[in-house]
């Protein structure tokens, strides 16, 4: 029995919430009519019995008085009587259940209206927010003093702060795509500094360069430099700005413009250092700085002079040889005090050689586990094709940065240059 009663349970609370009202009141008026039914026809039989056994006590006094059939039929009336009282009484109370049921039923669709109308609405609102309403508004039917107008409060609320949120996104978006077309129209202006064509000296058979740069953000703060100084000389420049983004990329340009000034002015690269250095330090209140490799090139002897501002140790190739690191004590960074000497040094170059200069970006490139890429890498990516072109060189490097980062962000400028040295001679192959 309990389980079927749990059974009846389980089919009256499924559907929606009108539903399940209506079959609670219904069990409930059931049950109800049941008990008192059951009530009622014990009652009645305690009753009869309790009338037979009274007539009994009074039958002997009839028969001892001869009054036999008079006792029968008294007690006949009496009974029937009875029993259509209790006939009549049954009838009061169907007629009664019927009303109470009728009047249950009413109940139940009022309040179930009040409960399940309100709560329709809501859910069409909310279903349509985007669609044909940009926001939920309080209405007429949510106001009914309970839950569901706590409710509705409650949705018209996040509504509203919602739609405050969304016109920031808007705000911030417009925002965002404003500063990144400027960012991108910084970044063409910023490629559009550096030497982008090569070979950029056809015409030149002794030596053969390239150079690339890859910022970590839409504009960076390294930069490459070769030009010619004069028919027999060029210049050669690799340098990295402290920060990263439009600051930097700002300083990178000015540098440049200061260093190339300054060489083609005929300073050798200490003397060309010195200038910028000081130039730099006026008015450089965010004290920002630049590591520089400068080098001048005869290209009719390969004899060259190159100072080191703090960057990278520079990587030479000897004919038929293999990429080595030079390594040597440098000056310090360009822009961090006024009147700072810079050391130089004379290199030579043979036929053959090959020189290679980079930014931190290249050995800093890091990957998904926080491992560095090194130096000790970037030589062994060199030397796997130590007699390729100066453009394949670099090609070698950067894939084996990209296989070795395997998709990391990096927060690095990767910049590099290779320049081979063919001499008088030039290329003849």
Known sequence: MLRSFLNINKGVLKGGIRHKIFCMMLVTVVMIIAAYTAVFFYQTSRVEKLVNDTYEMQKQVYEE?????????????????????????RNILLILVVMIVAAGLLSAYSLS???IDPLNTITRRVASL???HRQFKMEPVYRTGDEIEVLAEAFAKQSIRTMLYIDQIKKVTAEKERIGAELEMASKIQASQLPSLFPPFPDRKEFSLYASMTPAKEVGGDFYD?????????????????????PAALLMMVARVLIKSSLQNGNDPSKALESVNNQLCEGNDANFFVTMWVAVLEIST???????AGHEHPVVRR?????????????MAVGIMEGLKFKQHEFHMSPGDSIFVYTDGVAEATNAHKELYGTERMLEALNKEPGASAEKTLSNVMEDINCFVDGAEQFDDITMLCL???GEKGFTT
């Open 113 to 115: 209206r009040k409960i």
């Open 226 to 246: 070769f030009f010619m100084i004069d028919h027999d000389h060029i210049g050669l420049i690799m340098a990295d700005v402290s920060g990263k983004g439009v």
């Open 130 to 132: 985007g669609i044909r």
């Open 319 to 331: 004919a038929n040889g293999s990429y080595e690191l030079v390594l040597y004590k440098h000056s």
């Open 420 to 422: 081979r040295y063919y």
């Open 65 to 89: 008085n001869g009054q036999t059939d008079k006792y029968e039929e008294i007690q006949s009336e009496a009974m029937a009587s009875f029993r259509r009282r209790m006939f009549h009484a």
């Open 302 to 308: 390969g004899k060259g002079l190159a100072a080191n």
